[in-house]
């Protein structure tokens, strides 16, 4: 019951700081958000699972109940952690509480709203990251959805409501059908299964007990759900051409809402790739490995090419993300340890690296009040740590040796490189790999021209070092960036032991 | 065998609200002239929870499953189904009730409100346990009199009272109408009696007279739960009557409506017979349920009113229902009828909370369209977060019970092989996210443009608005007991 919880004390917190006065709500909400972070490290702690959640590995802190008794097919609820999930479940409690700090300058009114909402939306990414069963899993990931529409229309920018429709409308077109596709999956399976439990889900479609639909076969039922699955995901990730919602989402967001919609929000796309498209129905991904890997390099390029465009520094960032997202689907579609693997620990790497980022851009467009990179000039001199840490993060985009973002991609290239599944392989990482060079491209173009040289900000803001609790979450997260990149292996040789077996099924090792 | 004078006491939840209606004027009578209903409004409270509760308890004390007691020379009947509604009915009273105290504060001729209401109330149950197209026809007009008059209830303002004049011209239509089908029913089968309808339909020779009765009940129906193309006079109404009384016709008389369609088809007019007849009826509700769908929430869609908005809405949602009646005969039918009836149950909750919500803006003076409610939270925190779980809940977002209906009535009619059924409600269910939405922006995103006095905070109201969230986010995790009693009550049914 420990997930439970986690989650009941998180949903509790929510509750509590939106009824806090607002003098007291960002301290309040701080402190209680570091109980799910230290419930996290508890579970990681006394984490004993082995194998994949789905493939019948050993689940850890694992608890099943009767929930819903429905003919013809049961809703149990159901959550567990294995080497996949945890990483993505201690990256979201250790981002909240960080996000929450970030908060504290530039959020000034309907506090308590903003922090019950922020805690809110991190019960929903607690359930998406647990559960196993479909049907829970996708109350959790409907759930995240309503906060994060309020938090960008309420306490985004300029244009927060056009984003924020733009965003729901998008992500909930992207839920209906991936839910119509699952569904008519689950049709298909008939008497086969009796649940919503994920993994008698998978155990069922590799068995191949999956029949047709009506005048549907089942090879083109398969291929059909797959299809709808990975739109619905592909919306949330996001990949090429439905990113669009990104960058407005992005901009008019405020930081603390930026870091956790490019810290976990995607990651809830890419995790939900890997457990239903190439877990459950992994033959056809294996036959559609051309077009999703071509999806995946355009991304990365075409990402990449688009943060180059811009002038103004979140949206280089947002547009990054889509970039680096791209990395992830490549590693996944190669079906080998690296690629699966390297996909994986990237998604923790971009989160910590992507919300570094995002931070200190608001750091320094806290101080400026513009993120534009032709009006901030030299302000190194003004806030020498906040412009050493966003160069130190830059450089962990990078793929610099010895931080995060460098294991990931490292990971992901090689473990590409050796796919048997995917032909053309080596084609496919070459040209993803020259997407590096993009990004060293405009990140340094943008640094060199924001950060250094002459210092010519024509504002009436007194630019000078930031306040501490702006400047704590920035160390927080390049320490972890950096402990991450020297020992990988602090998440990656559970991450193998979980992805291990999703490998088995592409036929690799 | 239990002897038919102590079987009688399966009707409490019935005999305690017909009861309670002359009590409470009897009471009224005391003092005609006050206008302080305290104990109008607390007494009738008392008496629907307590028939409440009975039925509640009957529901888990297995009373009169699974065959059914039949009373009063089978006149009436009481079952799962039967109970199940009654729960609604009381429920969405109950609610009705607490919110009317503040909602009529000053208002003369409290105390026929509150009979009115109760008699109302009496008569949908009555409509539940109706097991004759006369007792059918009988508690079908004692719930409409009693609504019309409600719908008029504030008698000096103009909107209420055309609308209740509409409501009343429409609803004398649909009765003659009805009237003239039950008719013909018993002209070609000789019954009134449900199940001895059923046994006559076989043998008639007059098909086309049986089939025009059909037609004209069906007609009756789609009057009393507002779905197309007899639904015209519900935004009218739902718009003119005072907010409480909308959020009762629009759900418990549409819970009501639905429980008589649901039993006269499924016993009187047996599928198989009828089929054999050549009267599919079946049809007839699939061509209503996708029309009703569209329509209501295409024209929900348009509204700038909130209220109308609200009023489409629900007729969009009667068409959801509709999908019980229209998907059977797929296999599934249990689970089909079952899946309408929970969200009749959950609708109940979230729907008439969402009306509540509206009473209590009206309360404040605060304006009709959905300008008029920008940036509310600042005035009301606590009832606009309640509002946002009844739009999204509404709307099938996983934050209340009705998520869950909604999944199991369009995943039943998929079973039963009527995909496009539940294409047409997945489809018009992701519209109404457009305009459900529209309301939480307004009221959260949206910085007020109007400012107005708030001089209280209504208890009633909040009490009523309180329960009716509380209850919809319960069902979602607490959803299993309604889904057992549903689907024991549908199996009932079509036993």
């Known amino acids: ?509 | 065998m239990v002897t038919e004078a102590s079987t009688w006491i399966a009707l409490a939840p019935a005999v305690v609200l017909a009861v309670l209606s002359m009590v409470l004027f009897l009471v009224d009578s005391i003092d005609p002239d006050s206008d302080d209903s305290t104990v109008l409004a607390g007494l009738s409270l008392v008496g629907v929870l307590v028939s409440l509760t009975v039925a509640g308890w009957f529901l888990l004390a297995g009373v009169g499953q699974p065959d059914g007691l039949a009373l009063l020379g089978d006149q009436l009947v009481v079952d799962g189904t039967s109970l199940f509604f009654t729960l609604i009915v009381t429920s969405v009273t109950a609610m009705v009730i607490v919110s009317s105290y503040d909602y009529l504060i000053g208002q003369p001729h409290q105390g026929e409100f509150y009979s009115l209401v109760v008699l109302a109330a009496t008569g949908m149950v009555l409509m539940a346990h109706a097991n004759s197209l006369i007792t059918v026809f009988i508690s079908l007009e004692l719930s409409s009199l009693s609504s019309f008059a409600l719908v008029a209830f504030l008698k000096r303002n103009r909107g209420s009272v055309e609308a209740g004049l509409k409501y009343f011209l429409i609803g004398a239509l649909s009765s003659a109408i009805f009237v003239y089908g039950i008719s013909l029913v018993y002209a070609t089968t000789g019954s009134m009696q449900l199940d001895a309808v059923a046994a006559g339909v076989s043998e008639t020779e007059n098909v086309g007279v049986l089939g025009f009765g059909v037609l004209m009940l069906v007609g009756g129906f789609a009057y009393k739960t507002a779905s197309v193309p007899f639904h015209f006079w519900a935004p009218e109404a739902y718009e003119g009557a005072p907010t409480p009384v909308s959020a009762f016709i629009s759900s418990a008389s549409k819970a009501a409506g639905f429980v008589v369609a649901f039993r006269v088809f499924i016993e009187a007019f047996p599928l198989d017979a009828m089929a054999a007849l050549g009267i599919d009826w079946v049809l007839i509700f699939q061509v209503l349920a996708v029309l009703t769908m569209i329509l209501g929430n295409f024209a929900a869609a348009m509204q700038e009113n909130v209220k109308r908005m609200l009023a489409y809405s629900s007729v969009g949602h009667a068409g959801y229902v509709l999908i019980g009646l229209a998907a059977l005969g797929g296999g599934q039918d249990s689970l089909v009828l079952g899946a309408a009836m929970m969200h009749l149950f959950v609708y109940g909750f979230m729907n008439t909370g969402a009306f509540l919500f509206i009473a209590l803006a009206e309360h404040w003076g605060v304006g009709r369209t959905f300008e008029d409610y920008n940036g509310l939270w600042r005035r009301a925190p606590v009832a606009c977060v309640a509002v946002t779980v009844f739009m999204f809940s509404l709307a099938g977002l996983p934050i209340g019970g009705g998520f869950l209906t909604k999944y199991v009535l369009f995943s039943a009619a998929v079973g039963a092989g009527f995909w496009w059924l539940a294409a047409v409600g997945a489809l018009t269910s992701a519209l109404s996210l457009f305009y459900y939405s529209r309301l939480v922006r307004a009221i959260w995103i949206e910085d007020p443009v109007t400012e107005f006095e708030m001089a209280d905070q209504p208890l009633g109201l909040y009490v009523g608005i309180l329960t009716a969230a509380i209850v919809t986010v319960a069902l979602l995790p607490g959803f299993f007991p309604v889904v057992d009693a549903a689907q024991t009550a549908a199996a009932s049914l079509l036993a």
């Open chain 1, 1 to 509: 019951m420990l997930i439970e919880t986690l989650m009941a004390v998180t949903l509790v917190a929510a509750l509590v700081v939106f009824i806090t006065p607002e003098a007291y709500a960002p301290q309040v909400a701080f402190v209680l958000s570091l109980l799910p972070l230290a419930g996290g490290l508890w579970l990681w702690s006394g984490f004993d699972g082995s194998g994949n959640a789905l493939l019948g590995g050993n689940v850890a802190f694992e608890s099943q109940f009767q929930w819903i008794a429905l003919e013809p097919y049961a809703i149990n609820w159901h959550v567990g952690l294995d080497g996949v999930s945890l990483p993505l479940l201690l990256l979201t409690t250790v981002l909240v509480p960080l996000a929450i700090l970030s908060a504290w300058t530039p959020i000034e009114e309907r506090v308590s709203q903003f922090y019950g909402l922020i805690l809110f939306l991190e019960t929903g990414l607690l359930g998406v990251f647990t559960a196993l069963d479909f049907f829970v899993w996708f109350v959790f990931w409907e759930a995240v959805l309503i906060p994060m529409y309020l938090l960008i229309g309420v306490w985004g920018g300029p244009r927060r409501k056009y984003a924020a429709i733009k965003f729901f409308v998008y992500s909930q077109v992207g839920s209906l059908v991936m839910f119509i596709g699952f569904v008519a999956l689950l049709f298909g399976l008939g008497d086969s299964v009796s649940s919503f439990g994920m993994a008698e889900i998978t155990q069922a479609l590799h068995a191949g007990e999956l029949s047709g639909l009506g005048a549907v076969g089942a090879e083109t039922l398969a291929l059909f759900s797959f299809i709808a699955i990975f739109f619905g995901f592909a919306v949330k990730v996001p990949i090429f051409p439905v990113h669009t919602w990104l960058p407005d989402a992005h901009v008019e967001a405020p930081t603390p809402v930026s870091v956790l919609l490019a810290g976990v929000l995607l990651k809830m796309g890419t995790y939900a790739l890997l457990r239903f498209n190439f877990t459950m129905l992994y033959d056809v991904a294996i036959t559609l490995a051309v077009p999703i890997a071509a999806f995946g390099v355009v991304s990365v390029i075409y990402g990449a090419l688009l943060a180059l465009a811009q002038q103004d520094l979140k949206r280089i960032v947002a547009y990054s993300s889509i970039s680096s997202m791209g990395y992830v689907i490549l590693g996944l579609v190669a079906f080998t340890v690296y690629g699966i693997g390297g996909a994986t620990f990237q998604m923790v790497a971009h989160g910590l690296i992507s919300g570094l980022m995002f931070m200190a851009v608001g750091v320094i467009y806290n101080a400026t009040h513009t993120r534009m990179v032709g009006d901030i000039s030299g302000i190194a001199d003004r806030m020498p740590i906040t412009v050493g840490i966003l160069v130190a993060a830059a450089f962990g985009y990078m793929g610099l040796p010895l931080m995060a973002g460098f294991a990931g991609e490292f990971l992901i290239f090689l473990g590409a490189f050796q796919s048997t599944v995917l032909p053309g392989a080596p084609v496919f990482t070459a040209i993803a790999m020259f997407g590096i060079v993009i990004v060293a491209g405009y990140l340094l173009f943008a640094m060199q021209r924001t950060l250094f040289g002459p210092y010519r900000l024509d504002t009436d803001y007194d630019v000078g070092r930031a306040p501490l609790h702006d400047v704590a979450p920035l160390f927080v997260l390049i320490g972890l960036i950096i402990v991450l990149g020297v020992d990988p292996d602090v998440f990656f040789t559970m991450i193998q032991d979980a992805v291990d077996p999703v490998v088995e099924l592409g036929g690799g090792a």
